[in-house]
């Protein structure tokens, strides 16, 4: 079975810019959550999506934002790109019933650099 | 609000050695606790989790137990490879939600 797939694996983009990054979770999955990892540090939590519905978001400027499809799949958007995002965007999923105890899988990631 | 904290790496280990990296937590309601690792260049995988206390969570020879009474989830491993060389992670759920709380991350290099 295929795992979490996200796209593109690497991007070079310019300040001011806006990205778009994509994740198709695992067959069945119904939640998506995506969090950035800036080199040398652990991941923090962007956003949590079930059912198309935003479940969480955490401490980030509303130039990110992201969907999820009826088909389960996300979309993050990042606006106005600034120097420090530069980064790596994890996607993460889960089936989405078993709240704290559920255990997420991580994707490959998509290796954003900001010039 | 929810922490993790973990021993600062990076940690060298000869092949065979024994592994601990220390792993503490913020008590706030009734976490589950992850180890999730990053090989070079790679995502996360999840390597053991427990979702309650003294829950013990194991996984290829490494192991790791939610003790309440200490706030920790040390890991452990009674031998290492070179192929154990990597990232490690510790992390937290929240209380009653999905959003996981995540350590700096502890980069353990084994040589032959």
């Known amino acids: 079975d295929a795992g979490v797939t996200q796209s593109p694996t690497h991007l070079i983009k310019t300040r001011g810019q806006h990205v778009t990054l994509r994740c198709s979770p695992i067959s069945g999955h119904k939640s998506v959550s995506w969090y950035q990892q800036v080199l040398g540090q652990g991941p923090q939590f962007i956003f949590q999506y079930y059912e198309k519905e935003e479940r969480g978001r955490g401490n980030f400027p509303d130039r990110f934002s992201a969907r999820q499809f009826p088909n389960y799949s996300s979309e993050l958007n990042v606006n106005a790109l600034l120097l420090g995002d530069s980064a790596l965007y994890l996607c993460?999923?889960?089936?989405?019933?078993?709240?704290?105890?559920?255990?997420?899988?991580f994707g490959p990631g998509t290796r954003l650099l900001v010039l | 609000g929810n922490s993790v904290t973990q021993m600062e790496g990076p940690v060298t280990l000869s092949e065979e050695a024994f592994l601990t990296i220390n792993c503490t937590y913020t008590a706030t309601g009734y976490p589950s606790l992850f180890w999730y690792v990053q090989y070079p260049g790679e995502g996360l995988q999840l390597l053991l989790k427990a979702t309650k206390a003294d829950d013990k969570g194991s996984n290829k020879g490494f192991e790791a137990t939610y003790r309440k009474e200490t706030t920790s989830f040390h890991l452990e491993k009674g031998s290492v490879q070179v192929s154990d060389s990597a990232v490690y992670f510790c992390?937290?759920?929240?209380?009653?939600?999905?959003?996981?709380?995540f350590g700096k991350g502890t980069k353990l290099s084994v040589i032959p």
């Open positions: 992390a937290r759920s929240g209380a009653g939600s999905y959003q996981l709380t």
């Open positions: 993460a999923s889960s089936f989405g019933l078993a709240g704290s105890q559920e255990t997420q899988y």
